[in-house]
């Protein structure tokens, strides 16, 4: 009964290639996000859905495209990988505004 | 206090002793605030958050402290454990789901 999981946790793969990150809550939150985290812990936000809705979307490269197909479920979609999409990507969600976030455990992208 | 920067802060204590970490936040118009901790390979973990109509809140064996005045937070984790070892962040809620986080500071616990 996780939270918030997220799929895979471990992905591997070369410059160039498409990949994507799955997400899905049973919190019933109704808000949704993807982080960024750098090899100095640092958390950026990309992007955030609020009941399928786009409400949030950071300077992050046009590579990186998010869809939500309903309020449980958020994913994570990457063009043409490069090397410094290297990272731990992670979902988390709330319940709207001013609401604490419950994370996923994140998946460590490594583009080689 | 915290600020985005090269280097991930690091805080040692020695085990049992009281932890305290601090951080600044920036905006004034801030109405929430919580603590997260980060054990190595997971995801944040909510710890304790408090509203800007306090200035402390208590938990288990945690208490944060709200200065709004020079807007500081602080994490005080009282009879420091090995599991508390962690990076800990502070985020601060600036309204419209957006939520301002610190850089983190790395908690080592001496035996």
Redesign the interface.
Known sequence: DTA?SQTPKYLVTQMGNDKSIKCEQNLGHD?MYWYKQDS????K?MF?Y?NKEL??NETVPNRFSPKSPDKAHLNLHINSLELGDSAVY?C?S?Q???????????TRLTVV | GESVGLHLPTLSVQEGDNSIINCAYSNSASDYFIWYKQESGKGPQFIIDIRSNMDKRQGQRVTVLLNKTVKHLSLQIAATQPGDSAVYFCAENIGNYQLIWGAGTKLIIKP
């Open positions: 918030v808000t100095k812990k640092f958390l936000i955030s609020n409400i949030i992670f988390a709330s709207g505004t001013g609401k604490a976030y419950t994370f996923g455990s994140g």
